[in-house]
């Protein structure tokens, strides 16, 4: 199997990393293969742009969580592929039609998306181009938040549970910071050194880096004061 192939896009004002994420064909062409689309946030055209040029068929848009940054582009990317089913999780799918749960009220323009098609759920196992993914409930930044995990190829997007040198913020309405805890420590922390981690906002980075440096996972206690 070929390693799949994660091309990021900083979009919006928030620069909210979509992903696009498919598996080359073996002789390198993307030509006709599946993609998924990963959080279409703010001003979609880019990847979409992408997807068309390369010739990949996206099955699935996939949001790690449903915060205003990361379904801006949502109704924009479904109208373009519009056999690509939306996927999130349950615990979210309110927030696609509520400013106040996506958090875009907050902020003065207020978004509501098309529904979801279907769930994410813990312990999912999804199918790209011969890949196998892991769907892991990390719950603390919103309560749906979800990381998607392919142990074959070491690598991992997560949305905005881990950043490179940073975490997610839990002080949101919905947030909840021993969720997070949990989240960081007793999944993400689980994977492996060399698993590479594409967060939501900024750079990618792997889970070894962040054992070793990001303070968020270095004082156990940060949960009980927050």
């Known amino acids: 199997m070929s390693r799949p192939v994660i091309r990021s896009f900083p979009l919006g004002g928030f620069q909210t990393n979509c992903h696009v994420v498919w598996v080359p064909a073996p002789g390198g062409s993307a030509e006709g293969a599946e993609c998924w689309i990963v959080d279409p946030g703010e001003g979609p055209r880019p990847v979409i742009d992408l997807v068309r040029s390369q010739g990949l068929v996206p099955s699935r848009i996939l949001l790690t969580h449903a915060h205003a940054d990361h379904i801006a582009g949502l109704d924009a990317a479904s109208a ?14 309110a927030f696609l039609d509520d400013p106040q749960l996506n958090l875009s009220a907050f902020v003065g323009v207020p978004i509501t998306t098309r529904p979801a098609d279907g769930t994410l759920a ?57 969720a997070m805890h949990r989240s960081l420590h007793e999944v993400l922390m689980r994977l492996p ?25 270095q004082d156990d206690g940060w949960a009980d004061e927050a």
């Open 80 to 93: 373009a592929f519009p056999q690509a089913r939306v996927l999130l999780h349950r615990a979210e799918h």
């Open 122 to 178: 813990d312990g999912d196992a999804l199918a790209l181009g011969g890949s196998r993914w892991r769907v892991l409930h990390t719950p603390g930044h919103s309560p749906g938040s979800v990381t998607l995990a392919c142990d074959e190829a070491g690598e991992a997007i997560v949305g905005d549970t881990l950043f490179a040198g940073s975490i997610g913020r839990v002080d949101f309405p919905t947030s909840d910071p021993a």
């Open 193 to 217: 050194d060399g698993m590479r981690v594409h967060p939501g906002h900024g750079p990618s980075t792997t889970i070894g880096a962040e054992r070793r440096s990001n303070p968020w996972l």
